[in-house]
């Protein structure tokens, strides 16, 4: 259970904006403490604070398996900053908010692309397998144009669930589902799948709160929907595995 174990805490500060994307959380580009830039969301957006919670949760799983997702903090939003703007009529606020590192030399899409650069077959299996686990929705994709194009995911608002937008009944209704990549799966490193389905099974639930357990107090959600989501993900790790087995088996 999560009482009383270490929530997530910021580890760095917002220096100051930098541009807004027009995105539907009003994200903005900003210059934190640590010299580096970030995409930066911040709770009570447009879009709700379950988006931050999402963002956090998938980068930590995905820390744990190993995908190729963008690196991320939480950021403090210092009072000081309370005159910008984040979207017409919604000022910054002081807070914790979720910030995915910048890449410049990128290309965005939604599809993925440039499967032969790089070692994309291997990076687009593992998110593929990270896809079924989650249940991803909204795919976003980096191409790095100075690293021979390898392939990155960000923004995982909408994942969780089908579409982000979870309850602990949604959950539970959903947990079987499977979730299949809409894309082909040609020409990606079969093999993947394969390490991917043991990483997946072996997730422990211990990993698995502690991967929830990020999740900054200050957003307000409930303790009980958390382990719900915690309970969703280990729930779901045996069928992914499955899963990914029979595709590394495929020819």
Known sequence: MLSGMARGRPAASLRNPVKKSGGGTGAFLGMASDGRQY????????????????????????????????????????????????????????????????LDQSEENDTFEYRARDDNRARQASLVALWDLCMGGDPQWLFDLANEYSTWSFDHGLWLGGDGYWTRDSLER???????????????????????????AALTAQEILSAISEVPVEWGTPDS???????????????????????SEQN
């Open 39 to 102: 995409w930066i969301k911040v709770p009570d957006n447009p879009q709700g604070t379950q988006v931050l919670v999402n963002e956090v949760v998938v980068a930590a799983i995905g820390r744990l398996l190993d995908a190729p997702l963008r690196p991320t903090v939480l950021i403090a939003i210092p009072d000081s900053l309370s005159e910008w703007r984040v979207v017409p009529g919604m000022a910054l606020r002081q807070g914790v908010a979720h910030g995915s590192e910048h």
């Open 174 to 200: 959903s947990c079987d589902l499977e979730w299949p990549w809409q894309e082909t799966l040609s020409g990606l490193d079969r093999r993947v799948f394969s390490d991917f389905a043991d990483r997946t």
């Open 225 to 247: 929907e958390l382990e719900a989501l915690a309970w969703f993900i280990y729930y779901r790790r045996t069928a992914t595995a499955q899963r990914l087995r029979a595709l």
